[in-house]
């Protein structure tokens, strides 16, 4: 360390407390980075590398970022998941000695971005923190640039949390500092988050409400753990973060990650984009802080049946009472994010350009406490008289902060007359100099006879009179004093011009010296209105997503629905929302959906494209939009509160995760059976496709029989397996219905209309022909298929075949002829494998104990395959 330059060793002194951020090392105008940073922002920022002297010759690498243009590369490294160190000069070189003192003023990282074009308006930027405990985790969860803070025991593993962590989003989590180094890696390698560690807490007097109320350590501990770091690294007033909400698990109906993507609530499954997504479809609110809570809502649907009826009942008033909806959306257009600009007054970087708009989201207040006030809802009118527009605050800036005030708050402009009596005389001398030098302008030209002379302003040389040199010759020289001369003209300066200008510039430095200091008064007046900005934040909010619900329930014609004690659900004109309105609304077929007690298990089958999991996707968010308190697409609409939605739809391949679509497929069913209910949701669409059709089969049936028997959650069961359908005879709450095709001219005509009873078929072929695969192809396949037909029905073995993992009606049934025949052909009993096959207790089994005997099974009857093969060979 010796052997560097004195400022070397001030930046390797302070590199060491920030180990895990790029260093931004402030040198004059740029920012600079050393060593291993300096090698990795030149290749993270394309920025070009050099080295600097670090002292007795060492070269040590170097690059650097202009500080004017610094926020774009800092977003960049954000963008990529890194964290940004500030570090600045933190005393005047002027006055220094030696090496100037430098400090880390902020640490910026993924989860705590305030501003700028990495936060969208309408998504919450949230940071995590979690803690081990006995059982499970605590999780706490924060957006700094809103404030909001909740926090929530998770009974479960890492893996469950890290999956909830990602559907909400997360960029960062902060752990434990003795945290296990295999859990961080997962942490940061696998589900790719920002981590952070943290030690023991250590958290400002003034911020120990924040946790204070939290019922239990644990929850103390991890919101501490949260505080402590926010503290650490943004070392600023941190007074809009909010206190921490608890979130019982037994608040919200519980959906998860894995539901949620399928279901694409927030965003699409393939594409990743709001587009074609819930939320998108919902979101007509106006205000940034309503998209927000809009997404909360649909990440959390409601259980309790008054919440949801309040809900509801609202937006049934906004559908009725248009006039004050739309007279209300007008005042929301214009209110501003109140929210995020909280947070920017506790941080200390708002403008005067912020306060006004502040200003006139207040002065909309009024209007809309009066539109709630008028209409016919006794929960709105309450709404509106405890909303407080915060009348003081309003009259405050009203009389301080001037309308066109420039976004720099040290150039003065942003303070109004008449607010500050020294501000108005400064301001008063400064003009009635600048009217005194117009005046003289004129009495100089009387007094010369020049009428051409001019006094003029530069930041040189201050106010001088200027003469072209035609009229050099009428100059008082014994009053002017020569100050320049230029090409065609003289400039000269006067003393008592020079008094003046002393005046006048003096009454500026002050007066803009003296703006800056009333304007961080005033900055700190509005900070003691942060709760109340907050609070209005959230009721305005709510407001926000309420209107929207009305606004999209009664362009899509939705109804309201009505909630059932008994568990039945009947949707009559039933439709997806999102489908809908991704086609042309007449082409979408409405559907009816009824269940109960009786009808507890629908088996859905039908030719694929048909529309299995439209209707079955219809139903969770039908169930989803009455939860949250929206209208739902229907004609009609009863539904019980579910308490949990589960879905194992389409194939997700988990490829970066090395599992197959299979074991996913697997897992997603396991997590389900495991946790559902009798008051749950479970949409299973084709179970046991993705592996052979005895494997296939048997699973699906030993699920439905499961689900039937032992959970008896309402379920949605769709399959290719038209086997299944026999078992609407053995299981008394399961029931078939198809969705409807027919075949026209050879081709499929999807009717995507759903009837009782099992399909006829299943039109594999057609929507191959479909899929444009080639003709002869298609031919070919229709040939096989009427080979398995007509083979199937003779009973002979099927030829050139040698996969049974068939999709269509031609499926090997169980004890395909094939079998039966090796078995007559070597005059055995019934093959062994048969014989295990029917001793299993498949209802005690896990999923995954099946799928294991089953793969014990299929390796049983391969290996004798093989030895047969083997054996033929021989004896050819
Ligand atoms: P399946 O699950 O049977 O393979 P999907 O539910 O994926 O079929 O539906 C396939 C396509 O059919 C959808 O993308 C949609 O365009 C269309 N579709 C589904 N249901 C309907 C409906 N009720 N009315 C009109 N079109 C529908």
Redesign the pocket.
């Known amino acids: 360390m010796a052997e560097y330059t004195p400022m070397i060793q001030q930046y390797l002194s302070i590199k060491a407390d920030y180990e895990d951020a790029f260093l931004f090392f402030r040198l004059g105008d740029f920012y600079e980075l050393f060593f291993e940073d300096a090698l990795r922002a030149s290749q993270e920022l394309e920025i070009t590398l050099t080295s600097r002297d670090g002292g007795k010759g060492n070269r040590i690498p170097m690059c650097g970022v202009p500080h004017h243009s610094s926020q774009n590369y800092i977003g960049q490294l954000i963008e990529k998941g890194f964290k940004v160190a500030i570090c600045e000069q933190v005393e005047d070189p002027k006055v220094a000695k030696g090496v100037v003192k430098r400090d880390v003023v902020q640490v910026i990282t993924p989860g705590t971005v305030m501003e700028g074009t990495l936060l969208d308006e309408k998504t919450n930027n949230y940071i995590a923190s979690i803690t081990p405990l006995d059982e499970g985790y605590g999780m706490a969860i924060c957006d700094i640039s809103t404030g909001q803070n909740t926090v929530k025991i998770i009974p479960e593993d890492l893996k469950s949390v890290c999956l909830e962590l990602q559907s909400l989003a997360v960029k960062e989590v902060i752990v434990p500092k003795d945290m296990d180094d295999e859990q961080v890696k997962m942490l940061e390698e696998f589900y790719q988050f920002t981590v952070s560690k943290e030690g023991e807490p250590v958290i400002p007097e003034d911020l120990h409400t924040i946790t204070e109320d939290l019922s239990s350590h644990a929850l103390k501990d991890t919101g501490n753990q949260l505080i402590s770091y926010l503290v650490r690294t943004q070392k600023r007033s941190l007074e809009h973060l909010q206190k921490f909400e608890t979130v019982e698990a037994t608040a919200y109906m519980k959906i998860d990650p894995n539901s949620k993507r399928n279901l694409e609530l927030v965003e699409t499954l393939r594409q990743k984009q709001k587009k074609g997504s819930l939320l998108w479809l919902l979101d007509k609110t106006v205000t940034a802080m309503g998209g927000r809570v809009l997404k909360q809502w649909i990440e959390q649907p409601l259980l309790d049946r008054q919440a949801i009826e309040e809900r509801l009942s609202i937006v049934e008033s906004f559908m009725k009472q248009f006039f004050n909806r739309e007279q209300i959306r007008e005042q929301l257009t214009e209110v501003y994010d109140l929210e995020r600009l909280a947070g920017k007054v506790a941080y200390g970087n708002v403008n005067a350009r912020d306060l006004i708009q502040l200003k006139r989201s207040l002065q909309k207040v009024p209007a809309i406490k009066d539109q709630l006030l008028d209409m016919d809802h006794a929960g709105l009118q309450q709404r509106s008289n405890e909303m407080d527009p915060c009348t003081d605050l309003c009259e405050i800036l009203e009389a301080s902060i001037h309308e066109d005030a420039p976004i720099s708050i040290k150039e003065g402009n942003i303070i109004k007359d008449g607010y500050h009596a020294g501000l108005d005389e400064y301001r008063n001398a400064s003009v009635n100099g600048k009217s005194w030098i117009a005046s003289l302008e004129q009495s100089e030209r009387e007094k010369t006879g020049i009428r051409s002379l001019k006094i003029r302003f530069n930041r040189v040389f201050g106010y001088y009179i200027e003469v072209t040199k035609s009229n050099l010759h009428l100059v008082d020289e014994e009053r002017y004093e020569r100050k320049q001369t230029l090409a065609n003209a003289e400039r000269f300066i006067t003393p008592e011009l020079k008094e003046k200008e002393d005046i006048i510039l003096q009454a500026e430095e002050k007066s803009v010296e003296l703006e800056y200091e009333l304007f961080l008064q005033i900055r700190e007046q509005v900070k003691s209105f942060i709760p109340q900005l907050q609070r209005l934040a959230k009721q305005i909010s709510e407001i926000d997503v309420l209107q929207a619900f009305a606004v999209v329930s009664e362009s899509g014609q939705y109804r309201k629905p009505i909630i059932s004690q008994e568990g039945r659900i009947r949707i009559e004109g039933g439709?997806?929302p999102v489908?809908e309105q991704m086609?042309n609304r007449q082409?979408?077929?409405?559907?009816d959906v009824h269940m109960d007690d009786e009808r507890g298990v629908l088996l859905i089958t039908?030719?694929?494209?048909?529309?299995?999991?439209?209707?079955m996707r219809q139903v969770a968010l039908a169930s989803i939009l009455m939860q949250i308190g929206c209208y739902v697409p229907a004609e009609h609409a009863t539904l019980p509160i579910f308490d949990q939605i589960f879905t194992r739809i389409g194939a997700a391949d988990d490829l970066a995760g090395g599992q197959s679509t299979f074991m996913v497929e697997m897992m997603e069913t396991q997590y389900a059976l495991t946790h559902a209910t009798e008051r749950s949701l479970l949409l299973l669409?084709e179970i046991g496709r993705g592996t052979s059709t005895y494997d296939g089969m048997s699973l699906a049936q030993s699920i439905i029989e499961y689900i039937h028997d032992n959970i008896g959650a309402k379920t949605l069961f769709?399959t290719h397996y038209h086997e299944l359908t026999v078992l609407e005879e053995k299981l008394s709450r399961l029931h078939n219905i198809h969705?409807k095709a027919i075949e026209e001219d050879g081709k499929v005509v999807?009717l995507?209309r759903v009837e009782d009873g099992k399909a006829d078929r299943s039109y594999g072929i057609h929507v191959a022909e479909l899929a444009e695969l080639p003709t002869e192809l298609i031919a070919r396949a229709n040939e096989l298929l009427a080979d398995f037909e007509s083979e199937k029905k003779q009973g002979r073995p099927v030829e050139k075949v040698e996969s049974k993992e068939r999709d269509s009606e031609g499926q090997l049934s169980f004890f395909e002829p094939s079998d039966v025949k090796k078995q007559e052909n070597k005059n055995t009993a019934p093959h062994p494998a048969l014989e295990k096959l029917k001793k299993m207790e498949l209802l005690s089994m896990t999923p995954l104990e099946a799928m294991n005997a089953l793969y014990e099974l299929q390796l049983s009857i391969k290996q004798e395959k093989q030895e047969d093969s083997k054996w033929a060979k021989s004896n050819n």
Do not use: C, L
């Not at 082409?587 to 559907?591: E, G, P, Q, R, T």
């Open positions: 439709r997806h489908v086609m082409d979408y077929v409405s559907n039908g030719p694929n494209m048909a529309g299995k999991s439209t209707y669409d769709s969705v999807f995507h």
